[in-house]
């Protein structure tokens, strides 16, 4: 029997962090690497996600390119019997199924992040977006208590450990990733590092460094391209090839159990041309 895919759950409960797009560029930097990848929009209201992987398909018909992708889908249901029932349908022979969540307090948003095997939680680097998941004394910045967020994933990666040895299922790892990193005056930056440090002993998430503010990506949206399409991108100037370094060491961070007999590193592919439109991966 094939075991189910491994879930990247990207959440939490505040919009403008770099949610969808550190979600499409991991997914599609998976694709890259030879993984089957499926995605799942939990927003249907906003549908970034869908609509980003819905401009690369039409893109990749327009040009007539063979670029990797993923299947992908909105959830407009109203139970978690029916969210279930979308991620076994397009999660089938999958490696990896993505969910992209609202940037708000969300049933649907709480129960993937539960279930999620790799929870990534993007924040901007600041004390405005680290109020998500605890509370720091103004005067000490130090980790005064827990936000509900944070005291909600530490109760489920609790009865997700006593559960991996009876139902075999795989521990979560929770990754904080600090998108849009500024050079930001260095006392608030150590200040921050320390309290990242020290709320990450309590509750058992690790770090790592995500996406800087770039122009590129909100460029980049309506054709449904990313920063791995180099062969679509015309000439690359050193902004957009260091954002592409931060991408690999984002992937490296997160530490994912890539699946036997796949390419061992992050290759940037040139795409092949295609025979006809018909050749273009559809949504689901």
């Not at 109760?155 to 040895?165: F, G, N, Q």
Request: glycine share 6%.
């Amino acid at each position: 029997m094939p075991s189910a895919p491994h879930r990247i759950v990207f959440a939490n409960e505040k919009g403008g962090t770099g949610k969808s797009t550190t979600a499409v560029h991991v997914a599609i930097a998976l694709a890259y690497q030879g993984a089957r990848v499926a995605a799942i929009d939990l927003d249907p209201r906003q549908r970034t996600l869908h609509r980003y992987l819905e401009n690369r398909g039409e893109t990749i018909v327009r040009r007539k390119i063979d670029l990797p992708t993923a299947r992908f889908d909105v959830f407009g249901g109203d139970s978690v019997e029916a969210l279930e029932d979308l991620a076994a349908e397009i999660g089938q022979g999958c490696d990896f199924l993505v969910f992209d969540t609202p940037g708000r307090d969300d049933p649907f948003a709480r129960h993937a992040a539960t279930r999620a095997d790799t929870l990534v939680t993007p924040l901007n680097d600041s004390f405005v977006d680290f109020d998500l998941i605890g509370q720091v004394d103004a005067e000490t910045f130090k980790v005064r208590r827990l936000s509900f967020y944070a005291e909600l994933i530490w109760e489920a990666r609790k009865k997700r450990a006593m559960a991996t040895l009876a139902d075999k299922r795989r521990e979560m790892d929770w990754v904080v990733v600090r998108n849009r990193i500024q050079h930001v005056e260095a006392r608030n930056k150590r200040r921050l590092d320390e309290a990242l440090g020290e709320l990450s002993k309590r509750v058992g998430f690790r770090v790592a460094n995500g996406l800087s503010e770039r122009v590129i990506y909100r460029e980049l949206f309506p054709s449904g391209l990313t920063l791995l399409d180099k062969g679509q991108l015309g000439e690359l100037g050193t902004s957009h090839l260091v954002a592409r370094q931060e991408l690999r060491a984002l992937l490296a961070g997160l530490n994912l159990p890539m699946p036997a007999k796949r390419a061992p590193e992050l290759a940037f592919a040139e795409p092949r041309q295609q025979a006809s439109p018909q050749a273009a991966p559809q949504a689901a």
